[in-house]
């Protein structure tokens, strides 16, 4: 390993995911204080990266006339099964209007009438063409002033006295090793993916509804650093297409498709009156068919039947600014959705902070219990119903802060510290240099499979109990003692293999989470058959964790009811 070349950089502000959160984030910081040095780390490339790459069709957080930030908050909170930072959703939307407005001023087109409203689609959503949505921000980020490093992996954050002082990482493309100095940092990496075993197999594996590239190397590093995490239990299971997992809210929202059964039946509201019907809240419309298909009742469709050919026209029209693939799919199989309904099914579990609210436990200014690192987009949790406005919103504030607190740091030394990263290196770059062991693809089907067969996945309808969640933790906690055999042949095979160690960390972290809160909060997102209702009296509360002492503690922190102006204190 002494042939590793070492490159220290120096920044003030470090921003680790060049994402739609991340984008924001660095706009918001130079625009606030031109002086000041903004870095982006981003693993991808910055103008198609994160889980935007493809691009949206509909803004899905927007405070449409009629509304407020506080209804949106109370909506949220419904939406949520009761349980929610308040605190953080009405800071988030007091900005969502503010936030959509400047990136249209950069060049996103949102629809609008002949009076020049925006075209809503739904209560709170409102129709874009964005296609190019990543490439805007992004460049946008760059014109800024912003400096961009891409296709560099960060592994770990840098801690010195408890705050965190920059971070770490190696290039996937030149296989340097990267240790960047800042004064603060803003973890903007996105959720995490390729937990559980997913809906295709084989050279399909990569066909989900998340970003695969998402691996939840945010959470991990924050994780490793001893930061408190919230929520990992809330997982997120999207209802979409089948086999080629698009959304069907375009359906729903933008086309007034129902769900049916394969006996025709509108079931929602027949069978599942007790808990919602036909709005009712997200977790309950991923469960509501899976519960069909389960009872012998499938498959399960949007009914598209009743559009006409012009309706059609226009649902294409939708899904080719977000999801080509599937127009693609249908002319592929002369399939007419005028004709037939449109199949759907729920995906695999994820862990994303912007649909649910798993992620890191922050303040209202974006600030984590680490001192000096903020959390935005879908890593910070919390904080469900935040989609890409969301994300944007929660960019602008986390920077907002750290440039604040980057100001009161200009008497600290902070890049003549001394650092030790021999013990990074090692960790890192280990893999290269091992002639025999395992592959990052064998691991991560073993992680997968157990996590599906064990701790609610697909295959099992999402359902678990006390005894495979307790089993399933001895199987991850048996697979981390096995990263050590971890084998790579390039650079990009070394990438992967950190993919699937944050993977583990992550399984391990969600598994406590899962096993500890003995209630059925969100069906189908966390069904426990042992514990099968909502149970406000002793579980309305927050279940976090942290690493400490090497091992997994858990930490209640209670609801508190919250209204415009209060703050959450722990």
């Not at 953080?88 to 990136?103: G, H, I, P, Y």
């Not at 996103?108 to 075209?119: H, R, S, W």
């Not at 990992?232 to 297409?241: D, H, P, S, W, Y």
Request: some cysteine; proline content about 4%; hydrophobic content about 40%.
């Amino acid at each position: 390993m002494e042939n590793i070349v070492i490159k220290v950089l120096k920044t003030d502000l470090l921003i680790i995911g060049g994402g739609t959160a991340g984008c924001l984030a660095a706009v918001e910081a130079k625009e606030r204080a031109p002086e000041i040095d903004v870095l982006i780390l981003e693993k991808a490339h910055i103008e198609r990266s994160g889980c935007l790459a493809a691009g949206m069709n509909a803004i899905n957080a927007y405070i449409n006339p009629g509304e407020t930030p506080e209804s949106f908050v109370r909506y949220v909170r419904a939406d949520a099964m009761g349980l929610l930072r308040k605190d953080l959703v009405l800071t988030m939307a007091e900005r969502l209007n503010e936030v959509v407005q400047r990136v249209e001023s950069w060049g996103l087109p949102i629809e609008k009438d002949e009076k020049g409203n925006y075209v809503p689609r739904g209560r709170w959503n409102i129709k874009i063409n964005g296609e190019s949505l990543k490439p805007i921000i992004a460049k946008r980020a760059i014109k800024a002033g912003a400096r961009v490093l891409n296709r560099v992996l960060v592994t770990n954050l840098i801690t010195k006295d408890g705050k965190v002082r920059g971070a770490m990482g190696f290039g996937v493309r030149d296989g340097k090793f990267y240790v960047v100095r800042a004064k603060a940092v803003i973890v903007a990496t996105g959720g995490a993916a390729g937990i559980y075993k997913p809906n295709n197999d084989g050279s399909s594996h990569h066909k989900i509804w998340y970003s695969p590239f998402n691996t939840g190397a945010g959470y991990a590093m924050g994780i490793r650093a001893g930061a408190e995490m919230t929520s990992f239990e809330m997982r997120f299971i999207a209802l979409r297409t089948k086999d080629v997992i698009a959304p069907t809210g375009t359906l729903a929202l933008g086309f007034g498709a129902t769900q049916v059964n394969a006996r025709g039946e509108r079931f929602m509201a027949s069978r599942y009156g007790h808990l919602g019907a036909e709005g009712a809240p997200t977790p309950l419309r991923v469960y509501g068919p899976t519960q069909e298909i389960k009872e012998g009742r499938g498959p399960v469709f949007m009914d598209t039947t009743h559009l006409k050919e012009e309706d059609i026209v226009e649902l294409k029209k939708s899904y080719l600014n977000m999801y080509p693939e599937l127009v693609l799919f249908w002319a592929a199989n002369d399939f007419d959705p005028a004709k037939e309904p449109i199949e759907i099914q729920g995906t695999e579990p994820y862990l994303v902070g912007g649909h649910a609210q798993a992620g890191y436990w922050i303040t209202t200014k974006r600030e984590t219990t680490l001192p000096g690192l903020y959390a935005a987009g879908d890593v910070a949790g919390g904080v469900p119903y935040k989609f890409v406005s969301g994300a944007w919103a929660e960019g602008v504030i986390a920077a907002e802060n750290a440039v604040k607190y980057i100001s009161s740091l200009d008497n600290e030394h902070i890049h003549s510290m001394a650092l030790d990263v021999r013990g990074e290196i090692k960790r890192v770059y280990t893999p290269l240099f091992r002639e025999d062991g395992i592959r990052s693809a064998e691991m991560e089907e073993r992680l997968q499979k157990t996590m599906d067969e064990y701790a609610g996945g697909v295959s099992r309808y999402y359902e678990m109990n006390e005894n495979e969640l307790i089993l399933a933790l001895r199987k991850i906690k048996h697979l981390k003692t096995q990263t050590k055999y971890l084998l790579a042949s390039d650079l990009h095979e070394l990438m992967n293999c950190h993919e699937v160690i944050d993977r583990i960390d992550i399984a391990e972290v969600l598994i406590h989470h899962l096993l500890y809160r003995k209630e059925t909060r969100w069906p189908a997102y966390q069904s426990r058959v042992d514990y099968p209702n909502l149970n406000d009296r002793e579980w309305l509360k927050f279940v976090n964790s942290r690493l400490k002492d090497n091992r997994i503690e858990i930490l209640e922190r209670p609801y508190k009811q919250l209204v415009s102006g209060d703050r959450y204190i722990p």
